[in-house]
């Protein structure tokens, strides 16, 4: 198939912005909860009374301190609650926030603050505020700086008490939906990253579509109150659609600054959410945890079955919704039933005991990892998207889950692939053009289809399937083509394995550089009775190389022998932004990585 369209879910709006809903919530049910804010450790509702009262006070504030509309604005934050805060009374006022990583570089910063032309900038804390203050000299638009920590919301609100409600209405009225909404940063894995002009129509129709369709798996049960954790960053695309979706759904929206499992679990149990939106690496880590504490407490056997249960009765109720299988048999249900009192149940209880439906994107979900966790009671919806599409632009649908793919095109939407195998899209989300960049923005927009970059394919339902990026595409001396992304991501499959790069453009054939991931291994080595070492000796440890060799011959069985991975190197320190080898959203930076470890890629091929 070549192109599939599903049409909209909801109409878009002729009039208003984004900031329209925060008022409506508050006049239709003020005592309504619309979110949740942690205070001194706890957390507490805000309504929808109250969240509009904030948001107006805020933006008589931003008035009174001379933003205008049509300012833009950075924020430069972790993922809280003043944020949102700060993106809805920018809104209200007709100004466009311009997210920035929390840890972006001076020179990043000055780029994207240069570029936007951004006349101010909310910063979190101090050590933000130093940041943009070594390149301020080069900034002279960047006329304020607000810092959160240093109580920059109540003095603003302070500020805008004498300024009437009816001045923040008669700006809310200007803003149209074909207004400038925000200015993303692409995280840039090559050159500079460009800024994606995203308009409030683009947010209405994604989260709109999105909100229509996949509404019911908000809830854990029917009735219930919808709630969201969101710890995803709201620098980047993903966070932003979650935040806009719940704000207009009046979904229960939560934020947490931290994805590190010793903050975000406690915050999980303590919040309650209903569903939550992640990346595959969230995933991940809940699974290995889950896996690291069975061994811990020598139960890894029955974990490891309960495991193959839940894969299977998924498979089994997969098989079911697309007509190819009758579902779990007798003897299938019995075992899941036990597994679920003995380990699902548990799970489910460390992620807050409601949760049973989840969204993932930003990157591929291994086929049998979905199945787990649907088989164990969460389904988890994979998506597909970029910055260019708001968003999501495809996922799966809740009643018949294809796992493995990104599901189906969001409502609205048309997939179309290309003669070379490229995903071109099309819909109410996709964005208006990159800023001052008409080149960048005429290379990848043709008469309203956006151009993606990656490579997939569409099967006969309409599912889609991504096989990698035209860019990252290798070709060996040979003249074989290779995708890395399928062969990493077996890779990475592995307990012990943290990232994977795949080489081998114009070489004899393909290698691979891998890092480890340090608990997984501490982990590993005090159940074999091991003792600890540092990683100049771990990575020359035969037993670490027996088990990376595993995922290799395992990512191995998905290609030819002419595309297989011949020999790898594993590498003593892991990939990262400071280093300047991973993107803000964890996107490796190929040619950067290549240029960091030539000599040891050179060593692979004249061992």
Not at 39 to 48: L, M, N, P, Q
Not at 394 to 413: D, K, L, S
Request: hydrophobic share 45%.
């Amino acid at each position: 198939m070549r192109e599939f369209t599903v049409p909209p879910w909801e109409t878009a709006p002729q009039a208003g912005g984004l900031a329209d809903s925060v008022f409506t919530h508050a006049d239709e049910a003020p005592d309504a909860v619309v979110l949740g804010r942690k205070v001194d450790g706890e957390w507490r509702d805000v309504s929808a009374a109250r969240f509009r009262d904030e948001v107006l006070a805020l933006a008589k504030g931003l008035l009174a301190d001379g933003v205008r509309f049509g300012d833009r604005v950075g924020i430069m934050s972790r993922t809280r609650y003043e944020w949102t805060l700060f993106d809805y009374a920018l809104w209200a006022i007709g100004a466009q926030p311009v997210p920035v990583y929390p840890t972006s570089s001076s020179d990043q910063v000055r780029w994207m603050l240069h570029d936007s032309g951004a006349v101010a900038c909310v910063v979190e804390h101090e050590d933000q505020a130093m940041t943009i203050g070594a390149v301020v000299d080069q900034l002279p638009q960047l006329e304020r700086l607000w810092q959160l920590d240093a109580g920059a919301v109540p003095d603003l609100m302070a500020a805008g008490e004498d300024i009437d409600d009816e001045v923040v209405a008669r700006h809310r009225l200007a803003v149209t939906p074909d207004a400038t909404a925000t200015v993303i940063y692409t995280s840039g894995t090559t050159g500079r990253p460009k800024g994606c002009v995203l308009t409030h129509a683009n947010f209405m129709a994604e989260a709109d579509n999105v909100v229509g369709r996949w509404e019911p798996v908000f809830h854990s049960k029917a009735g219930d109150e919808a709630s969201t954790l969101l710890f995803l960053p709201l620098a980047h695309v993903f966070g932003r659609m979650v935040e806009v979706a719940a704000i207009r759904a009046r979904v229960r929206l939560g934020h947490q600054p931290s994805l590190a499992a010793d903050d975000l679990m406690p915050d999980l149990a303590a919040f309650r959410p209903t569903f939550m939106l992640a990346v595959p690496y969230v995933f991940e880590k809940v699974f290995g945890a889950a896996r690291r504490k069975a061994e811990l407490g020598g139960k890894l056997g029955p974990f490891d079955k309960a495991v193959e249960v839940a894969v299977r009765y998924a498979e089994a109720l997969e098989a079911k919704a697309f007509g190819t299988g009758p579902g779990p048999g007798a003897s299938l249900r019995v075992q899941h039933q036990l597994y679920d009192k003995l380990v699902y149940a548990k799970m489910r209880d460390a992620l807050g005991g409601r949760l049973r439906h989840a969204m993932s994107g930003g990157s591929a979900m291994e086929r049998d990892l979905g199945l787990f966790f649907a088989g164990a009671g969460v389904t988890v919806y994979e998506g597909y998207g970029l910055t260019e599409t708001t968003a999501a632009a495809t996922a799966n649908p809740p009643e018949r889950t294809r796992y493995g793919t990104v599901g189906q095109p969001v409502p609205g939407t048309t997939v179309h692939i290309a003669d070379d195998g490229e995903v071109w899209l099309r819909g109410g989300q996709v964005f208006a053009g990159y800023l001052n960049n008409p080149k960048a923005t005429d290379e990848v927009l043709h008469d309203g289809w956006l151009a993606t970059g990656d490579l997939g394919a569409l099967d006969d339902e309409g599912y889609l399937t991504i096989t990698g990026r035209k860019k990252e595409i290798l070709v060996t001396s040979g003249g074989k083509s290779v995708s890395p992304v399928p062969l990493e991501d077996r890779v990475r499959a592995h307990p012990l394995v943290a990232q994977c790069v795949v080489v081998g453009n114009d070489r004899p054939f393909v290698a691979a550089l891998v890092t480890l991931d340090p608990e997984a291994v501490e982990h590993w080595l005090s159940m074999r009775g091991k003792p600890s070492m540092p990683p100049e000796q771990l990575v020359r440890d035969p037993d670490v190389e027996t088990e990376v060799r595993r995922a290799v011959v395992a990512a191995n069985t998905l290609v030819s022998k002419a595309e297989s991975i011949r020999t790898f190197r594993i590498l003593a320190a892991r990939f990262s932004e400071e280093k300047g080898l991973l993107t803000p959203s964890l996107k490796l930076k190929r040619k950067a990585i290549e240029k960091a470890y030539e000599a040891e890629i050179e060593a692979l091929y004249h061992a």
